[in-house]
């Protein structure tokens, strides 16, 4: 397009002089190469002559024209044929964006890619005398660790050879690690009143007051004594709470075999064996223990001479059981 302009310009010039030299043939009958006429006349080549100088500064003034237009198209082709320049991309001021989880960094799916759970497996189930033996070890253990005991106690026991049959009522208080005070609030033996201290386990005596018109006086008796002995000649540290913990600890097989109702309260049961001789009383084939399931607390102890036996010749039953933080020092004396 650059070699295009100066060919156009003298193109267009000496088109406009072949006019200007054609422009005096124009509009007569004469020949226009034939000169001779405009030769002859000189007044009329001297008007063509100034009709044409007129005229051109008007030819001289379109050229003019024509030539800048020409520029134009040239400067808008060549412009046409350059490359556009990229506009270069700012810097982003801004907060860089964060690429979206849902795209770039996909979560995984809590069902496929955490690991699953072990799965919890449900312990075996225990047999009855494998719950009995747990239940045993929790009443024996509640004993051992309360510092203090205070229950209401109702015995009936049968005498196994003369088939007579005793009632006692009485209150009895404990104190770790050893200490036993009874005091009796009925007895069908004659023994009410009596009050009664000593130490379970150890020892062979205990301290007496009697009740009636002996209760003034203090004495001495040996556990084994006829007189303080049970119906069946159990002594009294037999028969305790100490005296149960210590026999039951070794030796017994307990099974928990029901459940029953004892003054308005839901206890369990458990059945107490032993593969030898019962170390209570060798004619005794089993025994039952009644519990609260709540507390662990004894409230009620059976024992039985004969295998099936519904009815235990010897019953012991507490409607009141507590576990006291302390019991005051008088309560152990007589």
């Known amino acids: 397009m650059m070699t295009l302009r100066p060919v156009l310009f003298r193109i267009l010039t000496a088109s406009m002089l072949s006019a200007s030299v054609l422009l005096p043939g124009c509009g007569s009958k004469e020949d226009p190469t034939d000169l001779s006429p405009s030769l002859q006349t000189s007044s009329t080549i001297d008007a063509t002559t100034q009709k044409l100088l007129d005229t051109l500064p008007k030819i001289m003034e379109g050229l003019e024209d024509i030539k800048t237009k020409i520029d134009a198209l040239e400067l808008r082709a060549a412009d046409d044929d350059l490359p556009v320049p990229s506009t270069p991309t700012k810097p ?95 007895s069908s033996s004659g023994a009410s009143g009596a009050k009664v201290l000593y130490n379970s386990g150890v020892g062979s005596k205990i301290k007496i007051r009697p009740g009636g018109n002996l209760s003034f006086v203090t004495t001495e008796l040996d556990k084994k004594d006829e007189r303080v002995v049970s119906n069946n000649g159990y002594p009294l540290d037999d028969t305790d709470f100490f005296g149960v913990v210590r026999r039951m600890s070794s030796g017994y097989d307990a099974e928990l075999i029901g459940a029953t109702t004892l003054n308005g309260k839901k206890i369990q049961i458990l059945k107490l064996t032993t593969s030898g001789t019962n170390t209570m009383d060798s004619r005794v084939t089993h025994e039952h223990i009644g519990y609260d399931p709540q507390t662990y607390g004894i409230v009620l102890w059976e024992m039985y001479n004969e295998a099936g036996s519904k009815e235990p010749y010897f019953r012991l039953t507490l409607p009141t059981l507590e576990f006291p933080a302390s019991i005051e020092e008088s309560r152990f004396k007589v």
């Open 92 to 186: 982003s001021t801004g907060t860089p964006t964060k690429p979206t989880t849902g795209t770039t960094t996909p979560k995984p799916t809590t069902g496929t890619t955490t690991p699953a759970k072990p799965a919890t497996t449900t312990p075996p189930k225990l047999t009855a005398k494998e719950r009995g033996a747990q239940e045993l070890k929790k009443l024996l253990d509640k004993v051992k660790s309360a510092p203090f005991i205070q229950a209401s106690v109702e015995k009936i026991e049968k005498n196994l050879k003369t088939g007579k049959v005793t009632t006692n009522k009485l209150s009895m208080y404990t104190k770790q690690p050893n200490t036993v005070k009874i005091e009796v609030s009925f």
